[in-house]
């Protein structure tokens, strides 16, 4: 017997895997994310449609779901073994955090699933296992076989990270739960220059990625926000190129290009058209491989070289929030599954 037979390290998460967007206009974002990032639609359920980047094998990695909001419906996490997802689900319930079971299939594609809102943040997460892994059709599949379709459109190659906001009088609580229950490292931090003690953003991971997850205070004390879902592309050429092509088409450029300083990474923030959610075009980072990581922190006077060392300087007001991501949402599945 192996030896990592015989050890049992406990229920962990292997990355971020979907995001269930909800959209005023599906045929919108479709033409933005299909046609412009260059994503495949996988398939298509009524008003559901399913999509991934041209080098994710899985069965997607964005949901877009029409309806009246422009909500998150859910933060899709996988974990590291099918067990994991019992084995959370206990774990939750022993906190006495309510969790609801989404079986298997009510996410096209994707297994058994535990679904609770993140303590302190009410973020609508949800762990689970089991990924189907369609090839794709003929006309659009790739020569290489680590990639599920041929690059098209801007090149969208995977999906990168979430970044989120709570309220400044929670974000410790959901901060701390993240990295002490789910296994994310601190990687990067910035604490609130009026209140020391108090989380301003804090980048973690679970991969060697600087960030697969962001938590950023809300500087208007919402609760439960998206910032921006993040994209990648290969380089930093291919952020220049996204600029020009989105202008030419009249998708909203919110700041960018520029390259951040935490993370080290190049940015383009944009607006889905069809949903007005923010979406960042990320490429380049770097990569942590020391298990002896100490976090950095950014001191408040050199915090604006964090967010940008060059480029468009980024808006951190109150006006530059996300957009909720609880409301309807909450514990409660999607109208079209059954429990």
Same mark, same amino acid.
């Given at each position: ?19 269930? &967007? ?12 299909? +046609? ?10 009524? +008003? ?21 909001? $422009? ?16 084995? *959370? ?24 699933? /535990?679904? *609770? ?13 089991? /990924? ?72 973690? $991971? ?13 500087? $208007?004390? &919402? ?12 380089? *930093? ?8 092509? &989105? ?23 944009? *607006?889905?058209?069809? $949903? ?15 298990? +002896? ?18 480029? +468009? ?27």
């Amino acid at each position: 017997m192996a030896l990592h037979d015989r050890y049992d390290p406990g229920p962990s998460i292997a990355h971020i895997g979907t995001i269930n &967007l909800g959209t005023p206009d599906l045929e919108k974002s479709l033409w933005f994310y299909r +046609d412009v990032l260059g994503m495949e639609e996988v398939e298509r359920d009524g +008003d559901v449609a399913y999509l991934r980047c041209y080098m994710e094998l899985g069965h997607h990695s964005l949901v877009l779901t029409q309806q009246e909001e $422009s909500i998150v419906n859910s933060y899709g996490f996988r974990v590291g073994r099918r067990q994991d997802v019992e084995l *959370f689900a206990e774990e939750l319930a022993r906190q006495e955090i309510e969790t609801v079971e989404v079986p298997a299939g009510t996410e096209h594609g994707r297994g058994t699933a /535990v679904r *609770f809102q993140l303590p302190g943040g009410t973020h609508p997460f949800e762990l689970y296992y089991d /990924v189907e892994r369609p090839l794709a059709p003929d006309h659009l599949r790739s020569k290489l076989p680590s990639n599920s379709s041929r690059r098209r459109g801007l090149g969208a190659r995977r999906i990168d990270h979430f970044n989120i906001q709570a309220d400044p009088g929670r974000i410790n609580q959901a901060e701390l739960w993240v990295r002490e229950n789910l296994g994310f490292k601190r990687r990067e931090f910035a604490m609130l220059p009026d209140n020391p003690t108090t989380v301003m953003a804090s980048w973690m $991971s679970v991969t060697s990625q600087v960030h697969d997850l962001a938590i950023v205070a809300n500087r $208007s004390e &919402l609760n439960g926000q998206l910032h921006h879902v993040a994209f990648n592309l290969e380089n *930093f050429s291919d952020a220049l190129t996204a600029a020009d092509i &989105l202008a030419d088409l009249d998708v909203t450029i919110g700041v960018g290009p520029g390259k951040h300083g935490i993370g080290q990474a190049m940015y383009l923030y944009v *607006f889905d058209p069809g $949903s007005r959610h923010r979406v960042e075009l990320y490429a380049g980072g770097y990569q942590i491989f020391d298990p +002896d990581w100490q976090a950095i922190e950014w001191a408040p006077v050199d915090f604006p070289e964090g967010m940008t060392w060059y480029g +468009d300087p980024i808006d951190l007001s109150p006006g530059s929030s996300g957009r909720v991501t609880t409301g309807s949402a909450g514990l409660h599945l999607p109208q079209r599954a059954t429990v």
